[in-house]
């Protein structure tokens, strides 16, 4: 069974950091793409960067581009995603998910989320 876990989350101020982890479980990572995802209080949820198996990734909302990154270690079986310069509409529970090779594919498997909070 495929199981996705994320860690890292809590609170900041802004323009702080925070790194996020999806650790894997059940399977080796380096067959899937690996999606992370963010859902805010009373909104959808939002489809923000992906990395594929070979490690290239790509960035699905304007929001966050030039201060998230993605990046893999396949070795730990884990994607990292690295949050520089929070603002508080970064707030939102954070999900990390996994398809198999491509990111145009179905994310079937699913962490729990981690909390992110960004407030003085």
């Known amino acids: 069974q495929l199981q996705l876990a994320e860690s890292g989350g809590g609170s900041v101020q802004p323009g702080g950091s925070l790194s996020l982890s999806c650790a894997a479980s059940g399977f080796a990572l380096d067959r899937y793409a690996i999606g992370w995802f963010r859902q805010a209080p009373g909104k959808e949820r939002e489809w923000i960067l992906c990395?594929?198996?070979?490690?290239?990734?790509?960035t699905y909302a304007d929001s966050v581009k030039g201060r998230f990154t993605i990046s893999r270690d396949n070795a730990k079986n884990t994607v990292y995603l690295q949050m520089n310069s929070l603002k508080p509409e970064d707030t939102a529970v954070y999900y990390c998910?996994?398809?198999?090779?491509?990111?145009?594919?179905?994310?079937?498997?699913w962490g729990q989320g981690t909390q992110v909070t960004v407030s003085l």
């Open positions: 990395i594929r198996p070979s490690g290239r990734a790509s």
């Open positions: 998910a996994a398809a198999l090779n491509f990111c145009t594919g179905d994310f079937d498997s």
